[in-house]
Nanobody, 125 residues
Framework: QVQLVESGGGLVQAGGSLRLSCASS????????MGWFRQAAGKERMFVGG????????YYEDSVKGRFTISRDNAKNTMYLQMNSLKSEDTAVYYC??????????????????WGQGTQVTVSS
C-alpha cells in the first residue's frame, strides 16, 4: 500500500510560481515511478510530467516544458513540482500518482496504482 498526500496548491497571479509537494508513505518510495497529473473543470485528467524511480529521468507534457520542473527526494519520500511562469490555463486540480510496477512513468493515467487526493491550483489573469 502507498499513501500519497499533495500540498502546496493555492491562488497565484499569472506569471507567478508555486511548488507542489507529494509526500508518500508505505511501500519503499525509491522503488517506483511517480507522475503528476492535472484535471481542469469539465476536462479529462491529463499528464503533466513524471520522474523515474531514482530521479535521473524526467518527462513533461509539451505545454509545461521549460516552466515546470519535477524532482524527488527519496530520503524524504517526497516528490515536487516546481511551477514557474504560471498561466491561467494551468488552473486545475493537481494529482500525484505512483506506479509501483514501472521504473519510468507512464503518460497515461491508467497504469498508476495509487493517487493523492489532489490540490487545487488557480492562476488568475
Amino acid at each position: 500500500q502507498v499513501q500519497l498526500v499533495e500540498s502546496g496548491g493555492g491562488l497565484v497571479q499569472a506569471g507567478g510560481s508555486l511548488r507542489l509537494s507529494c509526500a508518500s508513505s508505505g511501500r519503499s518510495f525509491s522503488s517506483y515511478a511517480m507522475g503528476w497529473f492535472r484535471q481542469a473543470a469539465g476536462k479529462e485528467r491529463m499528464f503533466v510530467g513524471g520522474i523515474s524511480r531514482n530521479g535521473d529521468s524526467t518527462y513533461y507534457e509539451d505545454s509545461v516544458k521549460g516552466r515546470f520542473t519535477i524532482s524527488r527526494d527519496n530520503a524524504k519520500n517526497t516528490m515536487y513540482l516546481q511551477m514557474n511562469s504560471l498561466k491561467s490555463e494551468d488552473t486545475a486540480v493537481y494529482y500525484c500518482a505512483a506506479d509501483i510496477h514501472r521504473v519510468v512513468p507512464s503518460r497515461s493515467h491508467r497504469p498508476y496504482d495509487y493517487w493523492g487526493q489532489g490540490t487545487q491550483v488557480t492562476v488568475s489573469s
